[in-house]
Nanobody, 124 residues
């Protein structure tokens, strides 16, 4: 079965950086749209960044200029490089994948596969 496994979360201070990874099994990251979502306490889970089959990326306004989504098709891994972190970035971060090559936004029901999440905590 498909498995997505996130890693790289941790605790940093404001302005710090982290790089999240999502390693996929039985799911080719080279073929499908994949995304990063986050779920902060007392908030709805929200999409953060998505990347399509051809590497075209979409990021929400709150992370533009600070976060970068990328993937390594050989390693079959999705990444989220996070710089200039803020306390409001504190959340559980999840990678997700769907079965279309293009990304059509962050409607969560479009994404068929989800990882277990990795916690990111940013202190002021």
């Amino acid at each position: 079965q498909v498995q997505l496994a996130e890693s790289g979360g941790g605790s940093v201070q404001t302005g710090g950086s982290l790089r999240l990874s999502c390693t996929a099994s039985r799911y080719p990251v080279s073929v499908y749209c994949m995304a990063w979502f986050r779920h902060a306490p007392r908030k709805e889970r929200e999409g953060v960044a998505a990347i399509d089959r051809w590497g075209s990326a979409t990021l929400v306004d709150t992370v533009k200029g600070r976060f970068t989504i990328s993937k390594d098709n050989v390693k079959n891994t999705l990444y989220l490089e996070m710089n200039s972190l803020k306390p409001e970035d504190t959340a559980m971060y999840y990678c997700a994948g769907e079965f279309r090559s293009l990304c059509y936004g962050f409607t969560q029901t479009d994404y068929d596969h989800w990882g277990q999440g990795t916690q990111v905590t940013v202190s002021s």
